[in-house]
Structure formats: C-alpha cells, structure tokens
C-alpha cells in the first residue's frame, strides 16, 4: 500500500471555496425544488394510497355480492348494516391501512358501511359520482373533514354499477408528512454547509473508503472468496441481478449448460438472462421467481443434448432488498444411467424368478405323479426335461447370441414379451463374435429399445382380435418340452433384435409390428411423449428414448431412427444403435471369444 500523500494548503483553501459556493446554491435550489416536488408527491401518494384501497375493495368478490344484493334499496336497515360483512370488511380495511374512512354504498348513494355507525343508511355527503362507472380522485370536505379521497365504481356480474367505494386520507396527515418533509430538507441543507467545511480536510481519506465501507484489504478477500466459492464446487452457479443481466457464472455452470467461455465474445455475463441462450424450462423458471408467481421456486428438469439438469432458482435478498436470483444446477446424468442400468438388472432378476417358478412347476408335476403311483410316466417326464435341457426362453434364433449375459438379458425380455402377447425373436442375420465387455450400457440401451418396441406392438391393432398365446407343453408355462413349438409361433405381434459386431463395436437395430412413428415427432426432444392415448399411432410409450441415445453418445456411438415405420400393416419403427469399444477383441484363431465361465 502507497503512503498517504497529505493535503497541500492551497488545495485546501480552494476545495473549501468551491464547496461552500457549490453547496449553498445546490440547498439554496434543493430546498425550493424539493419542497415544491415532496408536496406534489405527498399528495399523490395520498391519492394513490386511497385509490388502491378502494380498488381492491371493489374487486372483491364477496363484497360485490353483498352489494348487489342490497341494489336498489333505499332505506336498508342500518343495525343489519353494522353487523353485516360489508361494515366488517371497510373497517378491517381501513384499520389496516391507516386510512381516514372507507364507505360503500349502494347504486343510489346509501351508506352500506361508514366509521361512524349512525351514518349507516344514509345517502352519502358528498356526489357519488363513481356511479357514472369512472374512478374519481379528489380533495374534498365530507362528514368526518377535509381528505383526500378516491372514489371508485363497483360492477356487479352483468358488468352494471351496482355501487362504489370510496376511501379518503385526512388531509391533516398529508400536511404533517410535507411538513415533516421541508423541515428535513432544511436541516440536511445546514448540515451540508457545516460538513463543507470539513470536506476538504478529508477529502482524499473518503474517497479510498468510499467503496461500501470496505477497505481493500477486504475488497480483495471478497474476490478470493467468490472464486473459491464459484470454482471450488461441482455445482453449477448463475447470478442474476436486480436488471435482469447475469452477473456472474462458473465453470460448471458453462459446462453443464454449453454455454461459450469467458474468453470467447459470447459470453453471456452482462447479458439479459432472457437473450443469454439459456434453455427455455431455465428462462420461464427464472422469470416465475422475478415476477413472485405461484410455481416460483420449484425444481426444474432440464433435458440437455448430452446430460440431464436439475435446475433450482433462488431469490437473494438481504434487508428487503432484492439483490437478484442465484441459479443453482446439479448434473443428474450419472444418476439416471445407474436408474437405467437397474432396470435392466431387474429384468435380470425377474427372469430368474420366473424360471425359478418353472422349475418349482415341474418338480410338483413330477412329485404329483410319483404320489399317484405313475412311475413310469414320471420317468417318461423327467426323460423330456433332461432331452429339453432348463427352462428356455421364448425368443426364436436365441442360439445366434453367444454372449451369456446378453443371451440371458433377451431371454428375460422375450418372457416378459411372450406374457404380453408378443413375440421377441433374435434377427437372422445376426452375427455376433466376442463378449460384452460394457454390458451394463448394451443392456440399458438395448432393453429401453426393446420396452418401447413391446408397446408400440402391444397397442398396435392387428388383422385377427382373436389371438392368443399358444398353450405350452407340460406345466403350462413358458417353459415347455422338446415337442414345443417354435418360441412365438401363432403370435401376431412381434420384436425383432438384430445383432452385429464389428471388432468391438456392436451394431443393433430393433423392429417391431407397431403403427410407427406420429409424423413429425422428435421422440428424442426434450419432454416429447409418444405414449398411447396422446397420439392414435403412437410408437411404444417414450420412456427413456433420449436417455438411451445420450449413454450411446457418451461412449462415443449414436442412436437413431433408420425407419418411421407405417407404410403398411405390421411394418413398425426401426430404431438403429452404434456402440463402439462395448465388446472385446474376438480371439483371432477361431474367430469369435468362447462364452464367459465356459470350462
């Protein structure tokens, strides 16, 4: 920090001149300019003050019911009146507001409410020229004095007058407060020319400590620690100010968002928040919070090219005073893959389960015919299951898949399919070498794939309504003998899974016998639906379809649509996913990697 320089004299001496002349003609003009400006504005914040208490009254809407049922009466009972709810509303607000009277008549000028009790049921003393059904502002002299009053009409249903409601402050008051007003400027004018004389004196001191009574020791400290706040967490942070303009955002705020660096002429600091190219969801979000209105707060989901953002806006105050909106972002990305992978670790188990239920059917049939002395038939059974191996899964061309858990994976979404009517058959010109090496990925995407490829055939309408599975062998379940027919064989409704690896890229396309795709619907967009029931030819029930092609852009693949479908009867969509670096190396002497856990 520099020494401080003093003041030379001469410098002094001419500051205080100049000071003293400039500061006795600025009270000389001030004093005269804002007495004559505090007394118009007194008066107009009376007149506003009145005028807003009686507009309210009048939008109220059970107020105007009880004076449209007093229309037309010229000599209501007063003691009813001063019971009644129109007296208790004018009172309540005129103690509230501090107001001189607040009366409501009728639409012939009777006294509905009044301060004083005797008046009720009265005509009023002054024109009630609201009635004509114009506002009315003025200074006027009624039964409780001088004020200045507001008068405002009062419509019934029909839009008719019905009524007004007039409300006054005293005019006492608006002089005490002009008063009060001109004597301060006075006093602030004497003390701007005793405080000249110290002016210069301590000129130089004042302006380094004029920086909100910070010193710059703690100015600095102030800017360490905004950065290490904005920089030092993985949330993404925006602020906003009082205009509207983003003061201020951090780098994981830019990279949530996309939004360009601070080096590039882009940047959206000192933007209007409303032109900085933020998501539409953020903007309507942030305006909700400016304009104080009912959803102002509340969470909002933002469905981003290559991530999913949770977005919380926050208005920051501090003595009543708006100091803007602080825009707090989380990255759910992560989150929702783990919920996507779990889905199709559930599958998993739920297949298990119902293998697991085959079994236990097989071994009651078994235990069955041993009770009932059939020997030689339970022979002949336990002779078809060894012949039939375990319990296999309804999805024709299954053998194609040599990966095991992705062999399992479709085997559980083939049960899943045959319980809803439809087929799920593996394509034959699938060729797939090597094992999964990201089946946590492949799974995700493949099973949303196929969920909504299961919808879209489900609720598609077919040529036969008769339809039904076919009864199984034995048990009667899934799981049959090795005289069951082929899996889906008479089902109507199919999915088909096609399968192809390229080094350890998977290639997959997935088809089904849907009514395809609406006709210009972006199934990917964010917050677009193609569930049954929103559009007639809806194509499967769009959960997770921009989800999926996110997690295939994130290992650097893509998804995307190779055919709308629609053409003709049973065609359906194609949806089509590149997934690279998802399998491994097959092993070069014999062309493909031997199962995993294969001996």
């Known amino acids: 920090m520099s020494p401080e320089r003093p003041v030379a004299g001469t410098f002094t001496a001419r500051m205080m001149a100049v000071l003293f002349a400039v500061v006795a003609g600025i009270v000389l003009l001030s004093v005269g300019t804002v007495a004559f400006l505090t007394?118009?504005?007194?008066?107009?914040?009376?007149?506003?003050?009145?005028?807003?208490?009686?507009?309210?009254?009048?939008?109220?809407?059970?107020l105007r019911q009880e004076v449209a049922r007093l229309d037309g009466q010229r000599t209501?009972?007063?003691?009813?009146?001063?019971?009644?709810?129109?007296?208790?509303d004018a009172e309540a607000a005129r103690a509230r507001t501090g107001a001189l009277f607040v009366v409501v008549t009728n639409d012939l000028g009777i006294r509905l409410s009044h301060p004083n009790p005797d008046e009720l049921g009265r005509p009023v003393s002054t024109d009630p020229v609201a009635l004509n059904g114009h506002e009315f502002v003025a200074r006027e002299h009624g039964t409780l004095g001088e004020s200045v009053r507001a008068k405002v009409p009062v419509f019934g249903e029909s839009g008719?007058?019905?009524?007004?409601?007039?409300?006054?402050?005293?005019?006492?008051?608006?002089?005490?407060?002009?008063?009060?007003?001109?004597?301060?400027?006075?006093?602030?004018?004497?003390?701007?020319?005793?405080?000249?004389?110290?002016?210069?004196?301590?000129?130089?001191?004042?302006?380094?400590?004029?920086?909100?009574?910070?010193?710059?020791?703690?100015?600095?400290?102030?800017?360490?620690?905004?950065?290490?706040?904005?920089?030092?967490?993985?949330?993404?942070?925006?602020?906003?100010?009082?205009?509207?303009?983003i003061s201020l955002r951090n780098r994981s705020a830019r990279l949530m968002l996309e939004l360009p660096r601070r080096s590039d002429s882009g940047d959206i600091v000192g933007l209007p928040y409303a032109e900085a190219a933020l998501p539409d969801k953020l903007v309507r979000a942030v305006a909700a919070v400016r304009e104080d209105r009912a959803e102002a707060g509340a969470p909002v989901r933002l469905e981003l090219p290559e991530r999913v953002v949770r977005?919380?806006?926050?208005?920051?105050?501090?003595?009543?005073?708006?100091?803007?909106?602080?825009?707090?972002?989380?990255?759910?990305?992560?989150?929702?893959?783990?919920g996507s992978r779990l889905n199709a670790v559930e599958t998993m188990a739920g297949a298990l389960r119902a293998q697991r239920h085959e079994f236990a059917n097989r071994l009651h049939t078994i235990s069955g015919l041993l009770?009932?002395?059939?020997?030689?038939?339970?022979?002949?059974?336990?002779?078809?299951?060894?012949?039939?191996?375990?319990?296999?899964?309804?999805?024709?061309?299954?053998?194609?898949?040599?990966?095991?858990?992705?062999?399992?994976?479709?085997?559980?979404?083939?049960?899943q399919a045959h319980e809803r009517g439809v087929a799920l058959r593996v394509g034959e010109a699938t060729a797939l070498f090597g094992t999964l090496a990201e089946a946590q990925d492949v799974t995700a995407i493949l099973g949303n794939?196929?969920?909504?490829?299961?919808?879209?055939?489900?609720?598609?309408?077919?040529?036969?309504?008769?339809?039904?599975?076919?009864?199984?062998?034995?048990?009667?379940?899934?799981?049959?003998?090795?005289?069951?027919?082929?899996?889906?064989?008479?089902?109507?409704?199919?999915?088909?899974?096609?399968?192809?690896?390229?080094?350890?890229?998977?290639?997959?396309?997935?088809?089904?016998?849907?009514?395809?795709l609406v006709p210009g619907m972006d199934v990917f967009a964010?917050?677009?639906?193609?569930?049954?029931?929103?559009?007639?030819?809806?194509?499967?029930?769009?959960?997770?379809?921009?989800?999926?092609?996110?997690?295939a852009r994130l290992i650097g693949g893509d998804l995307w649509i190779a055919d709308a479908g629609g053409a003709e009867p049973g065609a359906g969509a194609v949806f089509a996913a590149r997934l690279p670096g998802v399998l491994d190396e097959p092993l070069p002497a014999s062309g493909h990697r031997p199962a995993k856990g294969t001996p």
């Open 39 to 62: 007394v118009e504005r007194v008066n107009d914040q009376a007149e506003q003050q009145a005028l807003g208490i009686a507009r309210t009254l009048a939008a109220d809407s059970s």
């Open 160 to 245: 008719t007058v019905i009524g007004e409601v007039s409300t006054g402050v005293a005019v006492e008051t608006v002089s005490r407060q002009v008063r009060q007003a001109v004597l301060s400027v006075l006093l602030v004018g004497v003390a701007a020319l005793v405080l000249a004389g110290f002016a210069a004196a301590t000129l130089v001191r004042w302006l380094r400590k004029v920086t909100l009574g910070l010193e710059p020791e703690e100015m600095a400290q102030l800017v360490r620690d905004q950065e290490a706040v904005l920089y030092g967490v993985d949330d993404g942070v925006i602020g906003i100010g009082p205009d509207g303009r």
């Open 526 to 551: 964010e917050g677009a639906t193609t569930r049954p029931g929103d559009e007639a030819d809806a194509h499967g029930h769009g959960v997770g379809l921009g989800l999926a092609r996110r997690l």
């Open 449 to 516: 794939l196929i969920d909504n490829a299961l919808e879209a055939a489900v609720t598609a309408p077919t040529a036969d309504a008769d339809w039904g599975p076919e009864p199984a062998a034995g048990a009667g379940s899934v799981a049959g003998s090795a005289a069951d027919p082929e899996p889906g064989a008479g089902l109507p409704r199919w999915v088909e899974v096609d399968l192809l690896s390229e080094g350890t890229t998977l290639h997959l396309a997935v088809a089904d016998s849907g009514g395809g």
């Open 76 to 88: 209501p009972d007063a003691g009813a009146l001063a019971a009644g709810p129109i007296q208790h």
């Open 371 to 415: 009770a009932h002395g059939e020997v030689e038939r339970a022979g002949d059974y336990v002779g078809q299951i060894i012949d039939s191996g375990p319990v296999r899964e309804p999805v024709a061309n299954i053998a194609a898949v040599t990966d095991p858990y992705l062999r399992a994976f479709i085997g559980a979404k083939g049960i």
């Open 311 to 338: 977005a919380v806006v926050h208005e920051v105050s501090r003595e009543g005073t708006s100091l803007g909106q602080v825009v707090m972002l989380r990255d759910l990305t992560t989150l929702e893959e783990l």
